[in-house]
């Protein structure tokens, strides 16, 4: 008779941030509902070890993911845990995402220490961001906000705030309220004028293309939000076709209607000057080839150029 797939320990790879650890327990939790016991394995990647640099200055592919595959491929680990947004959007072909957990609210915030804290579109602070979407997203709708950098984890940030490095501090409200720093929150962007990054609030799982089937299979059932995976189909779907990791000024979010899927997105210049974004809405079995169509729609419309000049200005 076959073993009992329960019976098996889950090594859980994660990173070792207070964030990471807390998603790596949230899956652990669902994993033992279902049966299986679990453990995790704590593996440093470049993106927590390169603190001097801006993500799009490492290098955009699997900063933070990279060191976790190894892991996966070695089989020190069954699964790794990752934010969905950190994901490269074509990853190895050894391996795969088998589930998308429930995705959090899904869009940015401003921290402050300062309750009074007021962002107006004439505001001048000085804000700490290291995403280059939402720099650009800054200048389109703040222009006069200057940004400094802000890398680090979420405690690293929270520390350059209170030295004053800047008056506030933006994120993704995913991380903020799983660290539960919610009242510090001081502003909540309307997330379809500050559309998220693909794949924001959400926790992909990772595993080997080989893993056995009823192990995949029991992952699959445990871990996964079949609303969310259809969403983060769309999403990757449209940041693949745009040939954006994380370093590109890129945006999209899906959403569920009453009958399908509606996606948004698109990309926004550097400098916050050109600002291309499209809905799309179709039936959920069509979301991926629906995020690739928004993303072709974007490149025509001169996303492509968009994309031309950045790679440019870095020399790439
Ligand atoms: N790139 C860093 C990162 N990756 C995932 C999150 C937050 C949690 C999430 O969006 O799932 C963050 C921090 C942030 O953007 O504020």
Not at 187 to 194: R, W
Request: glycine residues 8%.
């Amino acid at each position: 008779m076959a073993e009992n797939i329960t019976d098996r320990t889950i090594r859980i790879g994660t990173r070792g941030s207070k964030l990471a650890l807390w998603q790596a327990e949230a899956a652990a939790e669902k994993l033992q509902a279902a049966g299986f016991k679990t453990e995790l394995v704590i593996i440093s990647t470049k993106g927590d070890q390169v603190l001097d640099k801006s993500l799009d200055k490492i290098g955009s592919k699997g900063v933070f993911t990279e060191e976790l595959e190894v892991a996966l491929r070695e089989g020190q680990v069954e699964i790794a845990v990752h934010s969905a947004k950190d994901v490269q959007s074509t990853i190895p072909a050894d391996l795969e995402l088998v589930a998308f957990m429930e995705r959090e609210q899904v869009n940015d915030v401003i921290l402050s220490f300062d309750p009074d804290f007021k962002l107006e579109r004439e505001s001048n602070a000085v804000i700490g961001t290291s995403s280059t979407r939402r720099k650009a997203l800054l200048k389109k709708y703040y222009p006069n906000i200057s940004t400094a950098e802000s890398r680090g984890n979420l405690q690293t940030r929270l520390r350059k705030l209170e030295e004053k490095q800047f008056d506030a501090l933006m994120l993704a409200y995913a991380g903020v309220s799983r660290m539960g720093y919610d009242h510090l929150i001081v502003h909540t962007f309307p997330e379809y004028e500050f559309i998220p990054a693909a794949g924001q609030g959400s926790v992909a799982i990772e595993c080997a293309r080989n893993l056995e089937p009823e192990l995949k299979k029991g992952l699959k059932q445990a871990l996964n939000h079949t609303q969310t995976h259809v969403c983060l189909l769309a999403e990757r779907a449209f940041l693949r076709t745009m040939e954006g990791g994380c370093s590109i000024p890129s945006f999209a979010l899906a959403t569920l209607t009453g009958e399908g899927v509606s996606i948004t997105g698109g990309i926004v210049s550097l400098d916050g000057k050109i600002l291309l974004q499209e809905t799309l809405e179709g039936p959920t079995v069509a979301a991926e080839e629906m995020g690739e169509e928004l993303a072709n729609i974007i490149l025509g419309q001169g996303g492509d150029e968009i994309l031309r000049s950045i790679r440019a200005e870095r020399g790439e």
